[in-house]
């Protein structure tokens, strides 16, 4: 004998009885009336399918089936009318209801086995997809959280390639790790400030610690010379950004791509003044102005060992003098307009501002 277990809901003794001997093969429950089959639908184990005949004493087949299509507990078994009514419109409604199928009296015991065991199978057949699509689900899930983490740390280790490269250049200059972290972030906020969202924000943050990496190709003589450069060594000074650009051209990397962007052209000028290629407005990449800005605000207010720090006023001041100059006077806006923002980057990151020669010092010391 089968497993399965089938609920008969039929106040006739006589149609129970020749039911129990048509479906002898499956473990059969009865009940002879809707409510008596929903206080059976209250226990466990469930019926994998049932027989409720149309007309019932007190709620009908119908609203037992109702009953039963309304909780997740009980919606997945299948209902078969039984009924003596020849009458389509009923039929629709019972379909309509969520029956599976109509059985007519009188019936034969091979038609009601056939159609029992058609829909067992069919139900059996739903339950292995659905248990199958839960298990795809389930994977699916799984193996999304497994890219997503391979992504975000696929994201890390670029922006550490990046940030370290950076610092390679810097390592050689007066600036600290410092320095590209605040101007990278400064990048950041005047973007999104400027509205230019959420991603091409983060893609520039990514992008900019790369902005000096042309100072690789620098001599220390001009590099490091603490007081004021002449006008061959400036010469040469002024060839950083297409160093830089070159180092990084060429790169199917979208990080890079815009690193070279930005080390480029970030000293250009909006009236067209700037180098290495006296572009002027909008022909200054959207990037490269950002960083202008992001660049010389982090100079003006950092120590250098030429120079002491300015205010942030004073520093703001003199920017705000060449707005139209320098600087795109939108952008510029956008700046001051995230001054907040950027105030709170320049405390999270103040400090540690170990130069090139005090480094070399120390590991002097340490040999």
């Known amino acids: 004998m089968s497993t399965q277990r089938l609920l008969i809901v039929d106040p006739s003794p006589a149609i129970v009885a020749q039911l129990s001997s048509a ?13 008596e089959a ?88 739903e339950a292995q997809i659905r248990d199958h699509a839960t298990q795809l689900e389930r994977t699916v899930t799984e193996r999304t959280a497994e890219l997503q983490r391979a992504v975000h740390d696929l994201h890390r280790a670029a922006d550490d390639t990046v940030l370290r490269l950076s610092r390679a250049a ?11 972290l605040r101007m990278a972030q400064y990048c950041r906020a005047i973007a999104l400030s400027a509205g230019l969202g959420e991603a091409h924000a983060r893609l520039i943050e990514q992008a900019a610690p790369l902005h000096d990496i042309g100072k690789i190709g620098i001599p220390d003589r001009v590099l490091l010379k603490p007081g004021k450069l002449d006008a061959a060594e400036w010469a040469l000074m002024r060839e950083h950004p297409r160093i830089g650009g070159d180092i990084l051209a060429g790169s199917f990397s979208e990080v890079l791509q815009l690193g070279e962007t930005i080390a480029r052209w970030h000293h250009e000028r909006w009236d067209g003044d700037g180098y290495p290629d006296r572009l002027q407005g909008t022909a200054i990449p959207v990037e490269a102005r950002i960083a202008a800005i992001a ?43 995230c001054m907040g923002e950027i105030l709170t980057i320049k405390e999270r990151h103040r400090g540690s501002e170990m130069s090139y020669l005090v480094r070399v010092s120390r590991l002097g010391a340490d040999d």
């Open 38 to 125: 929903l206080a059976l639908l209250d226990a466990d184990p469930l019926p994998d399918l049932i027989l409720a005949d149309v007309k019932l004493q007190g709620l009908s087949g119908f609203e037992l089936c109702a009953h039963v299509k309304r909780f997740v507990r009980t919606k997945e078994i299948p209902v078969i009318f039984l009924t003596a009514v020849d009458d389509p419109a009923s039929e629709a409604h019972g379909l309509w209801l969520g029956g599976v199928d109509y059985v007519k009296k009188p019936f034969t015991n091979a038609v009601v086995r056939a159609r029992v065991a058609t829909h067992l199978s069919l139900r059996h057949a």
């Open 170 to 180: 810097e390592f050689r200059d007066d600036e600290s790790g410092q320095h590209v």
């Open 23 to 35: 479906l002898a093969e499956w473990t059969l429950i009865a009940a002879q009336s809707a409510e």
């Open 295 to 337: 660049d010389v605000f982090d100079a003006l207010t950092s120590k250098r060992p030429y120079k002491e720090a300015f205010a942030v006023e004073e520093a703001l001041s003199i920017m705000r003098d060449s707005r139209g100059g320098h600087f795109d006077p939108t952008l510029l806006d956008a700046f001051l307009a």
